[in-house]
């Protein structure tokens, strides 16, 4: 049988995640030393570590080609899909908001929004709860050029520290939902390889606690 398989979120989940690991006593040896690999051998533990962009590490859980993975609520919200998520990993603090240009009164006006968003899922349905009406553009990156350059009246995105809406003269207006890293799992793995998987579950809990 193959190793169980985590998948994690390359980028800024990487570091917190093998942060998490070697709180768990893991051989993260090939991890820092991982050069162009994808996928990595925690041998002590028996575990396979795939390396993936956020939205792939839910497709190779639902897929179930993996068997647990380290995803930002931000991607689980936009993209959803059938999986167990298990823990709150604590890191990857930021937050969706609704921004724009500083000091003008998104809600003034009876003319129907345009929103600018690399997340129109999470826009829809943050617009849908309120029961506005809103165009969405979808953005692929540095969505706050959008209400700069004339194209949206406001953005939907992620806002960590505020320094790149800050240096844009731009300011929330809204907080939509707050987001963190989390511990996800396949729904067939979590039965048939119940106890391995419950092991890492609970010695990740443990280490959390701690
Ligand atoms: N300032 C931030 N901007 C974006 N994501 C953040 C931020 N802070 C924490 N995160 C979390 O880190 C995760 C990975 O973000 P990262 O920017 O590395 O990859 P990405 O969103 O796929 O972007 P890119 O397409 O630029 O690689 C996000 O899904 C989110 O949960
Ligand atoms: O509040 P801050 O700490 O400034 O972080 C928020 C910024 O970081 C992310 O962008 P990223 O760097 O991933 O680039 P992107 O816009 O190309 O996605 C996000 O989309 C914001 O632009």
Redesign the pocket.
């Known amino acids: 049988m193959r190793p169980i398989r985590i998948a994690l ?6 570091k917190d995640t093998i942060k998490l690991f070697e709180k768990l006593g893991f051989d993260c040896e090939q991890l820092h030393n991982k050069g162009r690999k994808l996928i990595l051998q925690i041998p002590d533990a028996n575990l396979e570590i795939v390396l993936a ?3 792939d590490v839910i497709t190779y859980i639902e897929h179930g080609v993996c068997d647990m993975g380290v ?5 689980i919200l936009e993209y959803g899909g059938t999986f167990f998520e298990v823990a709150d990993l604590g890191f ?3 937050k969706f908001a609704l921004a724009g240009k500083k000091g003008e009164d998104f809600y003034a006006g009876y003319a129907e929004k345009t929103i600018a968003t ?1 997340y129109p899922n999470v826009t829809h349905q943050f617009f849908e709860s309120k029961g506005m009406d809103v165009k969405i553009v979808k953005i ?2 540095s969505v706050e050029l959008a209400p700069l350059l004339g194209l949206s009246d406001a953005i939907v995105d ?4 505020g320094s ?1 809406l800050k240096e844009n003269g731009l300011e929330v207006y809204e907080d939509v939902t707050a ?3 989390r511990l996800i799992v396949n729904t067939v793995s979590l039965k048939l390889r119940k106890a391995e998987i419950e092991t890492v579950i609970n010695y990740i809990e443990k280490a959390l606690a701690e």
């Open positions: 979120t390359k980028g800024r989940l990487e962009k956020a939205a995803v930002g609520k931000d991607t990857g603090r930021c690399k692929e990156g992620i806002v960590e520290t790149t987001i963190s890293a």
